[in-house]
Nanobody
Framework: QVQLVESGGGLVQAGGSLRLSCKAS????????MGWFRQAPGKQREFVAR????????YYADSVKGRFTISRDNAKNTVYLQMNSLKPEDTAVYYC????????????????WGQGTQVTVSS
């Protein structure tokens, strides 16, 4: 049974930073593409970033490019999202997701999801 557990969310002022972590179990982590998505109240879930199984080909939504960095440690079965220069519009529940294939930005491509972690950015 695949389990993805996010952590690291919280309340931060605009301009601040947070690092999210997603610990995976029940899967062969080092062959999975991993992604981060977010969902704000009243809005659809949107793509944030993804990284391939070997850490190459990071891909970002335009809204976070240059501010967020996705990385992974296959030895620890963990994917990270470093978020810098946070803005109030980054406020959302952040989810990590896993896919055995070469998923990109469509949430429908991902097989497994975590429960999410809340990120709130105050102005």
């Amino acid at each position: 049974q695949v389990q993805l557990v996010e952590s690291g969310g919280g309340l931060v002022q605009a301009g601040g930073s947070l690092r999210l972590s997603c610990k995976a179990s029940g899967l062969t982590f080092n062959i999975y593409t991993m992604g981060w998505f977010r969902q704000a109240p009243g809005k659809q879930r949107e793509f944030v970033a993804r990284i391939s199984w070997n850490g190459e080909s990071p891909y970002y939504a335009d809204s976070v490019k240059g501010r967020f960095t996705i990385s992974r440690d296959n030895a620890k079965n963990t994917v990270y999202l470093q978020m810098n220069s946070l803005k109030p519009e980054d406020t959302a529940v952040y989810y990590c997701a896993a896919d055995r294939n070469r998923a990109y930005s469509d949430p429908g491509e991902y097989d497994d999801w975590g429960q999410g972690t809340q990120v709130t950015v105050s102005s």
